[in-house]
């Protein structure tokens, strides 16, 4: 549940953030930077009162950081404004900073990812949402430290994402294996079998549901047996 807020104080808010963003210049202190402006403008799109001037400035600038540049795509990809997200995304550099930001904006590359992952939802990039979904749900589920705003930021993105991409209250799959056809449905979430062994054997899996469908190949085995001989040279106790 949320808490209601006027619209007096939203629409001071607002003005505020607006003054800031016109009256903006690059310093590059860390309570001034392009990560900070790219946020005040991504804050007033999903408020649906973007500033689009100040997003096409900051855009055009050659020295724009790659946090910024995630931000604004994603900034851009709220108001609709596609080509310029997609062009912000794919320019930017996939080994996102893995430093933390311990203030000003409790930054880490975790919390970069989840706007990666808004701009992808918001561009309806299906693959490419569900491969950075992956990343985030790792990082959500092991036992590192996160910062709240991280950890809210990444939350509210995985939610964004089961919202347009809505898991089946089922699974409905189909298995090809050597020759033979097998028709799952199950209310559970999981469901694993073993295949035969042998080589050049081929593997379709078809969905049949409208919910997503991840598959897992594990791979066992007992390495093979190294012939190994004794050799010493100039060893002495």
């Given at each position: 549940k949320?808490?209601?807020?006027?619209?007096?104080f939203i629409n001071k808010w607002k003005n505020f953030q607006k003054n800031k963003v016109r009256s903006w210049k690059n310093n590059k202190t860390v309570y001034n930077n392009?990560?900070?402006?790219?946020?005040?403008?991504?804050?007033?799109?999903?408020?649906?009162?973007?500033?689009?001037?100040?997003?096409?400035?900051?855009?055009?600038?050659?020295?724009?950081?790659?946090?910024?540049?995630?931000i604004l795509a994603s900034a851009?990809?709220?108001?609709?404004?596609?080509?310029?997200?997609?062009?912000?995304?794919?320019?930017?550099?996939?080994?996102?900073?893995?430093?933390?930001?311990?203030?000003?904006?409790?930054g880490s590359s975790i919390r970069d990812k989840s706007f990666v992952l808004e701009s992808y939802l918001r561009l309806n990039m299906q693959n490419q949402a569900l491969e950075t979904l992956r990343e985030i749900a790792s990082e959500l589920s092991n036992s590192n430290w996160m910062s709240t705003q991280s950890a809210a930021q990444c939350l509210r993105t995985v939610s964004l994402y089961l919202k347009q991409y809505p898991m089946g209250k089922q699974m409905n799959f189909s298995i090809q294996h050597s020759g033979k056809t097998e028709n799952i449905v199950s209310k559970n979430t999981t469901h694993s079998f073993a295949?035969?062994?042998?080589?050049?054997?081929?593997?379709?899996?078809?969905?049949?549901?409208?919910?997503?469908?991840?598959?897992?190949?594990?791979?066992?085995?007992?390495?093979?047996?190294?012939?190994e001989q004794e050799i010493s040279r100039n060893i002495r106790l």
């Open positions: 949320s808490y209601s807020v006027s619209n007096q392009d990560i900070n402006q790219a946020y005040r403008l991504y804050t007033l799109a999903l408020a649906k009162d973007p500033e689009i001037g100040a997003m096409n400035r900051l855009s055009e600038d050659k020295f724009l950081s790659n946090q910024a540049r995630i851009y990809a709220i108001i609709g404004r596609n080509e310029i997200s997609k062009r912000l995304i794919n320019n930017t550099n996939p080994k996102l900073d893995n430093k933390f930001d311990y203030s000003i904006s409790y295949l035969s062994n042998g080589n050049n054997q081929s593997l379709q899996i078809t969905n049949k549901s409208k919910g997503t469908l991840n598959v897992r190949l594990i791979q066992k085995g007992i390495p093979l047996e190294i012939e």
